[in-house]
């Protein structure tokens, strides 16, 4: 199956649509850095990545009617500035909206199905608006707006459309999730809007979450699996909460939960050697020195996902990127460390300094999250191709 990866970043989305059995035809990506770690993973041999046609460009104006192949999967991550809770709040009227440019893919590609993550600012009330147009039109991209353009004038017509008997272009499904429910390392909430074409599917739903705090707690204090695992003593375990010992309670009543336990930070990086800072024994694995805990800003904890890694590279933007050690004090996740938190393989490598290292990995779709996502709308196409040659052979 096609696919085209559009605001690809260093490539988390689309190495998880990759694994999901995707064949990107066009991967692009207009930040310097960004593109620089993907030919620099391209060079390496990097599987999957190997095999991207990159094209660093900005997607303005991108000509698709290249595109020889049927796609399958339209995939990206619109840059999420405009809708961010620590941004300027301006949503779509900031001039880095880039949300009227998927939607332009969608109307020429007309791929399959489609998938886009964003941040959670996108569901505050101020937005509300702006995100039901964003539904009404990805579910009818054909509906062009008028010039010049008024999204709140062309949600009016969409809405009027809607209303009619005719079957919409796209069945779409908007999605409040946490990476850690589907086998990320980190609770990283994001919104993700999916479509797939009506004559595919009439109906749409969200994959089920793989992954469970519940499963973790069971895995800690009611089975011991999760410290036998790794080895460590009763007597070096962390005291239980007294709110976790109700929830223990009522797993016991309950019996064990059916989900995975969340993949929690000692899961992701136990094996790796301790960082240093004038020493890197695997790539990307140098301890960056000045990490301090800010209020509200303290660092993650061994035996549970990471907090959201965050793009910045100082202060409390980056107080999330840090781990709380025995003794209480905290250090940098290393770069190599934070994509083990991304889900990304050991020999993908991140290129730049530290502050261009953790922009891109801080703005990465954990690949877990790609995949899981992207293997339901590829289950989605098959069931449809089954059942139209299914069909084919009655007639």
């Known amino acids: 199956m096609h696919s085209v990866e559009l605001f690809a970043g260093c490539g ?6 990759s694994e999901a059995g995707f064949k990107h035809m066009l991967v692009v990506e207009r930040d310097h850095s960004a593109c620089s770690t993907l030919s620099a993973n391209q060079l390496q041999g990097v599987r999957h990545v190997s095999d991207w046609p990159l094209k660093e460009c900005d997607v303005i104006g991108l000509d698709y009617s290249n595109l020889t192949e049927r796609i399958d999967l339209l995939s990206g991550g619109p840059p999420c500035q405009p809708f961010s809770i620590g ?3 301006l949503g779509p009227l900031d001039e880095r909206n880039m949300w009227p440019e998927a939607i332009r893919a969608v109307r020429e590609i007309k791929p399959k199905t489609f998938l886009f993550e964003n941040v959670r600012g996108l569901l505050r009330p101020a937005f509300a608006r702006y995100l039901e147009y964003l539904r009404l039109q990805l579910a009818r991209p054909d509906i062009t707006p008028k010039a010049p353009f008024d999204w709140e004038a062309h949600l009016i017509r969409l809405s009027k459309a809607g209303k009619s008997a005719s079957e919409p272009t796209y069945r779409v499904a908007i999605g409040d999730i946490n990476a850690a429910d589907y ?6 909430h994001r919104v993700i809007i999916m ?3 009506s004559d595919i599917t009439s109906q749409l739903t969200l994959p089920t979450p793989s992954h469970s705090r519940e499963a973790l707690i069971w895995s800690q204090e009611v089975s011991g699996d999760y410290w036998d695992h790794h080895r460590i003593s009763r007597r070096l375990r962390p005291p239980i909460t007294q709110a976790t010992r109700a929830l223990v309670d009522r797993l016991r009543a309950e019996g064990r939960p059916i989900e995975k336990p969340w993949v929690t930070v000692r899961d992701a990086i136990y094996d790796l050697p301790p960082p240093r800072i004038n020493q890197e024994p695997l790539p990307n694995h140098r301890l960056h020195p000045g990490a301090r805990s800010y209020p509200h800003h303290t660092g993650s904890t061994w035996d549970e996902p990471a907090k959201a890694l965050k793009a910045g590279a100082h202060g409390v933007p980056g107080g999330e990127n840090m781990l709380v050690l025995k003794n209480g004090r905290v250090r940098y996740f290393s770069i ?3 994509a083990r938190l991304q889900g990304f393989p050991d020999n993908f490598v991140v290129t730049g300094g530290w502050v261009h290292s953790i922009k891109q990995l801080g703005n990465a779709v954990p690949v877990p999250v790609g995949l899981t996502f992207a293997k339901a709308l590829r289950e989605v196409i098959i069931k449809s191709e089954f059942r139209s040659t299914s069909e084919a052979v009655a007639l």
């Open 336 to 338: 190599r460390e934070m």
């Open 183 to 188: 086998g990320a390392a980190q609770k990283r």
């Open 87 to 89: 941004g300027a709040h």
């Open 195 to 197: 479509g797939v074409r």
């Open 12 to 17: 988390g989305l689309a190495l998880g649509v």
